[in-house]
């Protein structure tokens, strides 16, 4: 191992996903692990806010981590964590200061995918077509005129996010009027910020953008079949799940497909991300709308991301290492 390149992979948080992101690093250590000048070192930062390799405590200073046991030179970082602190910026900002290159998108294009609010108005700016939606700020009184008003035509029927959250955590269906005061209240005990947005009965297709050999490449539109027509949190990660998923959606007009592809290309040149993200859209068969730009998206076994890619025929282990090796150079 002595010629063989430190990769730090950090998971954890200590945010709502932080379990996830603990069986995505495992994905990730694995694939890695495949590739003979690599040495992955697994580290977790704990709900409690502390790094530990193994169960004890260690930190990173400058790109040395220090441990109980050893100090080995970090080449490399990739930040497995889903939502605070990882999909927000944070930590890619903390590895730029001390000049350690990463894997996934830099700051800037984490915060604004992270932040419904933001996204929306990029979206909006590329006309890129998105569902119709209102916003809330928690330092402001609750519009609630406009909510209402904005409730009655979106047919009674429309969905309030908390801004800054994922994986639907802060998420909440209202089809009755006298919920909406109080479910904006609760959603802002997850974010400052709220979205109110119209439901939109479509089917929900998901496309994998990922970086390769210095090309932005888009799959082919996989899906995501929910019983119940709302994903959860606990549809997405629970072993008692009975959501499917297909890495190819079936039944999807080849134009469609292709203009969909477009788009999440766009956005993903336009956000200036890199590396990787899925990005979610509303299929109603006649058009659709982009819902979400996931900036690092889930690596679980039954998570769409590397089971689109590997779709293409790129294996994953393989598309890890080309691009380390490009952020080595």
Known sequence: MSNAKNILIIYGGGGSEHDVSKVSSSYIFESISKTPHFNPILVEITKE????????????????????????YIDYAIPCIHGHPGETGEIQGFFKTIGLPYFGPDSEGSIHCFNKVTTKLWLDMLGIANSPWINQNINSPIELDQVKEFFKKSNEDVFIKASNQGSSVGCYHVKKEDFLESTIKEAFKFSQNVIIEKSIKARELEIAVFEYQGKVIATEPGEIICPDGFYSYEEKYSNTSHTKTDVRAKNVKPEISKRMQADAIKAFKAFNLKHLSRVDFFYTGDGFYLNEINTFPGMTPISMFPQMLEGTGLDFAEYLRDNIDSGLK
């Open 49 to 72: 806010g502390h790094w530990e390799q193994a169960g004890r405590k260690c930190s990173l200073n400058g790109r040395i981590l220090k441990t109980p046991t050893e100090q080995p």
